[in-house]
């Protein structure tokens, strides 16, 4: 849900539309970081990969902070 509302925030208009289409080509989730709440979210982006690194079962409710993480990291480095 996170990585979801992040993407439609980004793309709300045609300015983020485009630098999404032209900075992210891949997007990897995994769970091998030891983090499970959103103060550590792992999280980063580099060379077009947007790697998410989280302990998918651990403080779901935590969606809005999340998902403001992955939002500035993506607005930060497109």
């Known amino acids: 849900m996170p990585l979801i509302a992040a993407l439609k925030a980004i793309t709300i208009d045609d300015m983020g539309k485009e630098a999404l289409n032209a900075g992210l080509k891949k997007i990897e989730i ?3 970081a030891d983090t499970s709440n959103a103060s ?11 790697l998410l690194d989280n302990k ?3 403080n779901v409710d935590d ?3 999340r998902t403001q993480s992955i939002q500035s ?3 930060s480095k497109l």
């Open 30 to 32: 995994q769970n091998r």
């Open 73 to 75: 990291l993506l607005e």
């Open 40 to 50: 550590r979210f792992a999280a980063s982006f580099e060379g077009g990969t947007l």
């Open 56 to 58: 998918p079962h651990t």
């Open 63 to 65: 969606v809005k902070d």
